[in-house]
């Protein structure tokens, strides 16, 4: 008993040494977005903020005063939205048709779907560039396809999990009183799912809206750039990186992220493991 409370101890400290490893990135990057330009391209990068290298909020009005940013914003959001809203109801269905018609076509299906999480994006970058091109998803409005494409291995994964968890007796009584498959899966198969519909949700809008090599690819970058993209182009005269209204940006982008993440943690913890009772 003595020992495993030694071996627990032990996880508990290399755990958190490790959490403040991934945290330290950020701290140094809030900490440098209130500083000046001459402080953080020094050494004084690492010291916290004071008030001879304080910047106060002018990176922060800087940034939002960047040309392009209230687009920016506006069109990672537009992204985000619709290519989550799509991978959740398709992805859903998909999972529930999947599990309940559970022939060879539908589990060799399923198998591709797993299949598609562990192909590199790289194999298929430059050939999704120039498709993307010639079937004109290469717009804020309609990219959200290729992001449901991208997003279906995870998606139809954790759903069709939690689909072997719902008795399928629900769903035989549904019928019986008159529903269609439509209106079973709406009315009775979807509020069951909401745990791993939050799960699903959170985890790929942290992932869409963090994305930047997609876009990069996909995007018209004439007209249209996301937040990630336009960090980049914080750049002064000669191609000077100015460096306070860029971190200021990031954080812009980072926190929202975040607080969402922390708020819902429980949801994803429990949308995960609900998913996990039956393979």
Partial sequence: MKRETTVNKIISV????LSLAWI??????LLNSFKQETAITTTSAFEFVTPENTAGLANYISALERQG???????????????????????????WYVVRVNNRICKAFYYLFVFSMVVPFQMLMFTLSNMATVLGFNTPFNICFIYLGFGAGLAVFMFAGFVKTIPLEIEE???????????????????????TYISVGILETMWVWNDYLLPYLVLDRTKYKTIPILIQYFRGGYGRVEMGPMLACI?????????????????IINGVVSGAVKG
């Avoid at 940013?69 to 999972?95: D, E, K, P, Q």
């Avoid at 954080?251 to 949801?267: A, E, F, G, H």
Wanted: hydrophobic share 60%; net charge positive.
């Fill in 69 to 95: 940013f209230a687009a920016a914003f506006g069109y990672s959001l537009v992204i985000t939205i619709t290519s989550v809203v799509l991978i959740l109801v398709c992805c859903s269905m998909c999972a």
């Fill in 251 to 267: 954080m812009m982008v980072i926190i929202p992220i975040v607080v969402l993440y922390l708020i819902c943690q429980r949801y």
């Fill in 14 to 17: 290399f755990f958190t040494v």
């Fill in 173 to 195: 009584a549904a019928t019986i009183d008159g529903c269609n498959p439509i209106q079973t899966f709406f009315h009775v198969v979807l509020p069951i799912m909401k745990p």
């Fill in 24 to 29: 330290y990135p950020m701290v140094m990057i």
